[in-house]
Structures are given as C-alpha cells and as structure tokens.
T-cell receptor, first 116, second 111 residues
Framework: AQSVAQPEDQVNVAEGNPLTVKCTYS??????LFWYVQYPNRGLQFLLK????DNLVKGSYGFEAEFNKSQTSFHLKKPSALVSDSALYFC??????????????WGLGTSLAVNP | SQTIHQWPATLVQPVGSPLSLECTVE??????LYWYRQAAGRGLQLLFY??????ISSEVPQNLSASRPQDRQFILSSKKLLLSDSGFYLC??????????FGPGTRLTVT
C-alpha cells in the first residue's frame, strides 16, 4: 500500500541553524514527491516537488529537498532557519501510474518551531 | 495566473442545520478538484475529488456530499450537520504533474 511517513511530530531548531524535516515513502512505482507548508489557519502552500532528474530540488523560501531512492526518503532542508519558518510541514507522494485522479498520499505533518 | 477562492472563511452552524461550502478556480480549465478536511490542525483527510463536470468520487462514507456543476466550481454540502463535521475544510486543484494548489480554507464549527 502507498504511504508517507513523517517520523517527527515536532522539530525544534535555533534560528540560524540548519533544519531538516524528514519524510519517507512507499509507492509501487517511481514517485512524484511534494512538500507543502501551512501557517496557522491558512491553506497549504506548495514548496517544491521531485518528478525526475536531479535528486536535489530547490523550492520556495530557500528550502530544498533531496530524493534518495535507495532509502525511499525525501527530506526537506534549509541551511539557515528563520523564526518565520515556524509552521506545519507536509510531505506528499503521488503514484504516477495511479490514473488521472492525481490523488496525493499525505504524511501527518511535522510542526517546525524555530527559536530566536 | 491561477487563483482559488473559498467561502465563507468561517462558519458557525448548529447541529442538524444544512451546509454549503463553495470553491471556485480562476485561470485554468478542466482542473482536478479536491475537498479535504483537516481536524485539530494536523493531518489531511481527502473527502471528495472530481476529474470533470458532474464526476464526483467519494473517499470516505459520511453525511457530506459534493457537486461540480461547472468546470471550475466545486461545492461541499450536507443536509444535516453533526458535531463531528467541525474542522478546517480545504479545496484544492491540480493539473499536470500533480502538485495541488490550495484555497484559504473554511473553518467550520458545529455547535
């Protein structure tokens, strides 16, 4: 069965330090992978995606993510965290062979707190 | 550019009352459309999706229904709300590789 795991409910990091939010996945084919951010009482904002090509993808607000096929992971990273990065982060995966519904399988989210 | 609208932003309704939430997308055609519910600020639950006008797929059994009367309009409804229907309702659209774009959401409180 397809699934996405975000093993950490919460990540705490000091401002200026690097941050990593972890995501692992399980799909039957080559995955399409996505990261989103959600601020309180707001809709989700798309950050970045991996479809094919370079394993390191860059996205909005200085975030990047590395696709690792052997470890089935797609961890979100940022070299230097800002207090304004504090939010809820979601990882999602799509099986490209699943048909035209383009449904995403979602992780449960990781709450990131960046401390000043 | 594409824009997605949801209204109302907040709603307080008594148990047993009807519900209608609307979502519209601008700047694209023939999108896939999705309704999600998010409880307690965490995980997303896919409720319905639509790949075209009049085509609705339901993901979970519940007292909610959805309709797509026009290409870029998606409506979530209920005849009688339950306390458990409270939550944050999000509409999203997608085309192409599959990244979804979300509306601002509707906070529903059933009292």
């Amino acid at each position: 069965a397809q699934s996405v795991a975000q093993p950490e409910d919460q990540v705490n990091v000091a401002e200026g330090n690097p941050l990593t939010v972890k995501c692992t996945y399980s799909v039957s084919g080559n995955p399409y992978l996505f990261w989103y951010v959600q601020y309180p009482n707001r809709g989700l904002q798309f950050l970045l995606k991996y479809i094919t090509g370079d394993n390191l993808v860059k996205g909005s607000y200085g975030f990047e993510a590395e696709f690792n096929k052997s470890q089935t992971s797609f961890h979100l990273k940022k070299p230097s965290a800002l207090v304004s990065d504090s939010a809820l982060y979601f990882c999602a995966v799509r099986d490209p062979w699943a048909g035209n519904n383009r449904k995403l399988i979602w992780g449960l989210g990781t709450s990131l707190a960046v401390n000043p | 550019s594409q824009t997605i609208h949801q209204w109302p932003a907040t709603l307080v309704q008594p148990v047993g009352s009807p519900l209608s939430l609307e979502c519209t997308v601008e700047g694209t055609s023939n999108p896939n459309l999705y309704w999600y519910r998010q409880a307690a600020g965490r995980g997303l639950q896919l409720l319905f999706y639509s790949v075209g006008i009049g085509q609705i797929s339901s993901e979970v059994p519940q007292n909610l229904s959805a309709s797509r009367p026009q290409d870029r309009q998606f409506i979530l409804s209920s005849k009688k709300l339950l306390l458990s229907d409270s939550g944050f309702y999000l509409c999203a659209w997608t085309r192409g590789a599959g990244e979804q774009y979300f509306g601002p959401g509707t906070r529903l409180t059933v009292t």
